[in-house]
């Protein structure tokens, strides 16, 4: 039997028990006294440890079992609940995380635990603790994490033994990229290409597939079969720029054998520690008056549900995908041919089809709480370093968002959180001098709105100062002086996502290193979003964000441009119209129209896309009105086609530098429609 059948499921279930501990000891800092909040860490903890003692992180299962240790003398009342206690208990936490982060890329999870082991044992004894560990998050050291690679599987144990009697040499390579390294990716290509030459690669840690994602810090370690000799190998990969160092050490046979016999040894006695810790946690759950669960928890408790890998919902949808293609193409022959049988068939097809594409597209939608369970911890704790008091509420956290929307979402938002606590709220004594509470409040919500999810990041701090972003703004060339004195308040407020925009006086790492919040933006937008801001000087601020519901499957209306077809989103679109030609008018070079009591721009899609046009005569001309926040434009169309549910696919990694154009999509009668940016028309 094979641990490493075991290693997704200890993984994802090792962070969902963490996440559990870390929102608990937030609840038992407000209600020191509640037992029974404790008795819920300590069950985590007590799984955790078992889990970690199954298979093998010994460093994993020490820190658990003296945390353990810990959480029983409070639960039993030998120790009192202290902010010193939960400051050793966080920073273990932490450790635990960089963990169980490790064995996830890969590595082997070993850190040196001792001096945080130390500090609960004080605890434990009831000693006095002189320093407490920094609870800011750990570095992992690299040259723990990755000296070896620990486990060959039986595949790759024989293609070592088998070239070994072909006269091959088996290495293993450790390569750490300097730490100023930019394309750390390029690198490592660099780096397999060399090796390739020179024989052939086994394996690597962390996976290739992380290393192509730069989801690694500096350092690799690789296992390759070559006939080289190990100081020609090693000067060959030393000549690929920006490698800090290179080692290459002979694989010794024999001891992995041992390690693969002792192995083998130990499945059973692993087997029989995981049914024992299953046992024991349902025992004390069954015992603990204090987990006996509400009507409502049993209810939760009671369905039924499966891990499923993201990878396959992602096939599934790609599949679905091709299905909604096919029955547009059905739709439209059904269309030409008119025959009630088919028509009938065909209508039936697609209320089917359309109940799978709701069933499917719930199955990838997660709650955002998954997101935003991590930043209570992480506002207490800047709250610490900044001395500021802090209260973070957070509303909607039940609202559901597509999986990959959710994937790219957090580091914006802990990006905003953390611009709102260090450039927003104000000092407990500067709050108190403009007759505010001490405690500065920061509000996370997110909610529906039609085929819209948004989220909200509200504060109520120092606002926004107008002239001080305009006296920024001008001295970095964002705007010049001239129009600065023409721009509204909220295009004031815009400025700040300028690109390297920031004014702090003094860079720090708590906001974001003075890299301003035009990374930000650009991520968001990314995702079909938009953000915007409103802020009172003095007052507070307000950030809202807006993501789609989902990336992969749309609502349009499809318009005609001659003899091509283009797709505008319905997200975008206000309203179409048909106007005379006369009403056009002229503003500063510009055409534009009366729409509504409001100017607004005339944007000629013919001349954008560069389509033939031939000579028109028509008295009339259709719009499409578009809006991109408070901005609007009117695109001027030759047809309207009608809505229709699209497929959106990419353009390919080559095109990704089309102008105004955000995909494309197959129609029913094969023809390929492209998708219109409308952000990228409405400066």
């Given at each position: 039997m094979d641990m490493n059948q075991y290693l997704e499921i200890f993984i994802e279930e090792s962070k969902e028990h963490l996440q559990a501990c870390n929102e608990k000891i937030l609840d038992l800092e407000k209600n020191p006294s509640d037992l029974s909040i404790v008795n819920d860490i300590f069950r985590s903890a007590h799984t955790l440890k078992g889990m970690s003692a199954t298979m093998g992180y010994e460093d994993l299962a020490s820190l658990t079992h003296q945390m353990e240790n810990v959480l029983d003398a409070i639960r039993n009342e030998k120790l009192m609940v202290t902010p010193t206690i939960l400051d050793v208990v966080f920073a273990s936490i932490d450790l635990l995380e960089e963990m169980v982060l490790s064995i996830a890329e890969g590595g082997d999870g070993k850190k040196d635990v001792s001096p945080?082991?130390?500090?609960?044992?004080?605890?434990?004894?009831?000693?006095?603790?002189?320093?407490?560990?920094?609870?800011?998050?750990?570095?992992?050291?690299?040259?723990?994490?990755?000296?070896?690679?620990?486990?060959?599987?039986?595949?790759?144990?024989?293609?070592?033994?088998?070239?070994?009697?072909?006269?091959?040499?088996?290495?293993?390579?450790?390569?750490?990229?300097?730490?100023?390294?930019?394309?750390?990716?390029?690198?490592?290509?660099m780096v397999f290409e060399i090796l390739e030459q020179i024989g052939e690669v086994i394996k690597a840690v962390p996976s290739v597939d992380l290393l192509e994602e730069e989801k690694f810090d500096s350092q690799f370690t690789v296992a390759v079969i070559s006939k080289e000799s190990t100081d020609d190998i090693k000067s060959r990969v030393l000549k690929v720029s920006e490698i800090d160092s290179v080692s290459v050490n002979p694989l010794n046979l024999e001891q992995l054998k041992s390690s693969k016999q002792r192995s083998v040894e130990s499945e059973t006695e692993a087997v029989n520690i995981i049914e024992e810790t299953k046992q024991e946690v349902a025992a004390s759950v069954a015992v603990d008056p204090s987990a006996k669960a509400s009507p409502k928890q049993n209810v939760a408790t009671s369905s039924k549900t499966i891990r499923v890998n993201i990878e396959r919902l992602d096939i599934l949808m790609n599949l679905f995908e091709e299905l909604v293609i096919d029955r547009g193409r059905l739709e439209q022959i059904s269309k030409e041919l008119n025959n009630s049988e088919l028509d009938e068939t065909v209508e039936r097809m697609s209320r089917i089809s359309g109940d799978l594409q709701t069933i499917i597209l719930n199955m990838r939608m997660v709650p955002v709480e998954t997101v935003f369970n991590r930043f209570p911890r992480m506002i207490r704790q800047l709250a610490k370093d900044l001395n500021k008091k802090i209260n973070l509420d957070i509303i909607g956290a039940d609202t559901e968002l597509?999986?990959?929307?959710?994937?790219?979402?957090?580091?914006?938002?802990?990006?905003?959180?953390?611009?709102?606590?260090?450039?927003?709220?104000?000092?407990?004594?500067?709050?108190?001098?403009?007759?505010?509470?001490?405690?500065?409040?920061?509000?996370?919500?997110?909610?529906?709105?039609?085929?819209?999810?948004?989220?909200?990041i509200e504060d109520d701090g120092a606002g926004i100062s107008r002239d001080r972003v305009l006296k920024k703004a001008i001295e970095r060339g964002v705007v010049t002086e001239q129009l600065a004195s023409t721009l509204t308040d909220k295009q004031v407020y815009e400025l700040i996502f300028s690109s390297g925009f920031s004014t702090a006086d003094q860079i720090s790492d708590i906001s974001g290193r003075g890299v301003g919040l035009d990374v930000v933006k650009s991520t968001i937008e990314s995702l079909g979003g938009t953000v915007s801001i409103?802020?009172?000087?003095?007052?507070?601020?307000?950030?809202?964000?807006?993501?789609?519901?989902?990336?992969?499957?749309?609502?349009?209306?499809?318009?005609?441009?001659?003899?091509?077809?283009?797709?505008?989103?319905?997200?975008?679109?206000?309203?179409?119209?048909?106007?005379?030609?006369?009403?056009?008018?002229?503003?500063?070079?510009?055409?534009?129209?009366?729409?509504?009591?409001?100017?607004?721009?005339?944007?000629?899609?013919?001349?954008i896309f560069e389509v033939p046009t031939e000579v028109e005569n028509e008295e009339y001309i259709s719009l499409v009105i578009v809006r991109k926040g408070e901005k609007m434009a009117a695109m001027v169309v030759d047809s309207f086609i009608g809505q229709q549910?699209?497929?959106?696919?990419?353009?390919?990694?080559?095109?990704?530098?089309?102008?105004?154009?955000?995909?494309?999509?197959?129609?029913?009668?094969?023809?390929?429609?492209?998708?219109?940016?409308?952000?990228?028309?409405?400066?």
């Open positions: 945080v082991v130390a500090q609960l044992k004080k605890i434990e004894n009831g000693e006095e603790l002189t320093s407490v560990t920094s609870s800011e998050p750990p570095t992992f050291n690299n040259e723990t994490t990755m000296q070896t690679i620990h486990e060959y599987d039986d595949f790759e144990y024989t293609v070592i033994q088998q070239s070994k009697e072909q006269g091959f040499h088996s290495y293993e390579i450790k390569i750490a990229l300097r730490e100023d390294c930019l394309l750390k990716a390029a690198r490592v290509f597509d999986r990959t929307v959710i994937d790219e979402i957090g580091d914006p938002l802990v990006h905003l959180l953390r611009n709102a606590i260090d450039h927003g709220v104000e000092m407990p004594q500067d709050r108190l001098k403009k007759g505010k509470p001490e405690q500065g409040n920061v509000v996370l919500s997110a909610y529906h709105s039609g085929n819209h999810v948004f989220i909200e409103d802020a009172q000087e003095g007052k507070g601020s307000l950030f809202s964000i807006q993501l789609p519901l989902t990336l992969s499957i749309i609502s349009v209306m499809l318009v005609e441009l001659q003899k091509e077809k283009f797709a505008i989103p319905l997200s975008s679109i206000i309203e179409t119209a048909v106007i005379k030609k006369e009403e056009i008018l002229h503003a500063h070079n510009q055409k534009v129209i009366d729409f509504r009591g409001k100017i607004v721009p005339l944007v000629n899609l013919k001349d549910e699209i497929v959106l696919k990419s353009l390919g990694n080559y095109l990704t530098t089309v102008f105004a154009i955000s995909g494309a999509t197959i129609l029913g009668d094969g023809q390929v429609a492209l998708i219109i940016d409308c952000n990228s028309l409405i400066k």
